[in-house]
């Protein structure tokens, strides 16, 4: 019996990036199983930020925000470089795929379970307490993702706006906010944030900022940190004055008053039988005693 084996090379491999490999051997038309992932990671090591995740995983995945959570599995992506999912020194869960190792449990849920994120024979268990489809992580979901409030300058503060916030997973979830503005307040409460405005010391113009609503939670929370943007315009003025302001209506000025005159309604105006003139009446003479009636027609002369 003899065995061949043949080299192969990869061309095209980024920095920072993780990738794992599968052999299979074939023999005639029959394969073989295949084997354990073989785990490969290009990197130099450094990390210029020092946010402690190295430079070139970060550009790879494009992750800059260690804190975040841009698959939305519960973990950040610090603890996807490094806490709690690493199995060797050069491999962790992909910060970008919430199932790195596709067996139907997040790495969030894998992790907080203490199965191996990375191992698709590694999953969540039932126990005497709680079966294993039971075992669901809070999901954050935040209504609405805008919020829009205009004012004047010289009235009230605008009401403020609710932020919704809703778990759609297991667990408990408690709602917290930051923003990166002043003039943003913020009153969390056991469903949501109300955002409200302190416009002091703005003037007119349009002001832009962010609430940034996470959940508070024992476990790993999926979808944690959303943004909501808020926009602020303020005006000059004040509405409420405008609108107490009566409506007068002035007194005309005979002077500059212009005056119309009516035609009349030939239906409603009384007839009257004019008086003849008598340069243009033709005029009629009887001469004494009878004889033949003469008559007089002025001479009109037609220019």
């Given at each position: 019996m003899s065995s061949r084996f043949s080299n192969t090379v990869i061309a095209g491999l980024r920095p920072g990036c993780t990738y794992r490999f599968v052999g299979?051997?074939?023999?005639?038309?029959?394969?073989s199983e295949l084997s354990n992932q073989v785990v490969l990671t290009l990197s130099d090591h450094m990390d210029g930020d020092g946010d402690g995740m190295w430079d070139d995983w970060e550009q790879c995945y494009g992750i800059q925000d260690p804190e975040a959570d841009?698959?939305?599995?519960?973990?950040?992506?610090?603890?996807?470089?490094?806490?709690?999912?690493?199995?060797?020194?050069?491999?962790?869960?992909?910060p970008l795929d919430p199932d790195t190792d596709d067996d139907g449990f997040s790495d969030g849920l894998e992790t907080f379970c203490g199965s191996d994120p990375l191992d698709p024979t590694s999953f969540c268990t039932d126990d005497d307490e709680r079966p294993a489809f039971?075992?669901?992580?809070p999901r954050l979901a935040?209504?609405?993702?805008?919020?829009?409030?205009?004012?004047?300058?010289?009235?009230?503060?605008?009401?403020?706006?609710?932020?919704a916030v809703t778990n759609e997973g297991g667990g408990t979830l408690q709602p917290a906010a930051t923003t990166d503005v002043p003039w943003l307040v913020l009153t969390p409460s056991s469903d949501g944030i109300t955002v409200g405005i302190d416009k002091r010391g703005l003037g007119r113009g349009h002001y832009q900022g962010t609430v940034v609503v996470t959940g508070e939670s024992g476990w790993p929370v999926q979808g944690n940190r959303q943004p909501v943007e808020v926009h602020l315009?303020?005006?000059?003025?004040s509405k409420l004055q405008d609108e107490a302001t009566p409506t007068t209506t002035p007194t005309p000025d005979g002077d500059t008053t212009p005056t119309a005159t009516l035609s009349p309604d030939p239906e409603r105006t009384p007839t009257t039988t004019p008086t003849p003139d008598p340069a243009t009446t033709p005029t009629a003479t009887?001469?004494?005693?009878?004889?033949?009636?003469?008559?007089?027609?002025?001479?009109?002369?037609r220019e």
């Open positions: 299979q051997t074939s023999r005639f038309t029959y394969l841009d698959d939305w599995d519960g973990l950040p992506n610090l603890q996807e470089f490094e806490l709690g999912t690493w199995v060797g020194d050069d491999q962790g869960s992909d039971e075992l669901r992580l935040v209504d609405p993702e805008r919020l829009t409030f205009r004012t004047y300058a010289a009235d009230p503060g605008p009401a403020g706006q609710f932020i315009w303020v005006y000059d003025g009887l001469p004494p005693g009878g004889g033949d009636l003469m008559v007089y027609l002025p001479l009109i002369r």
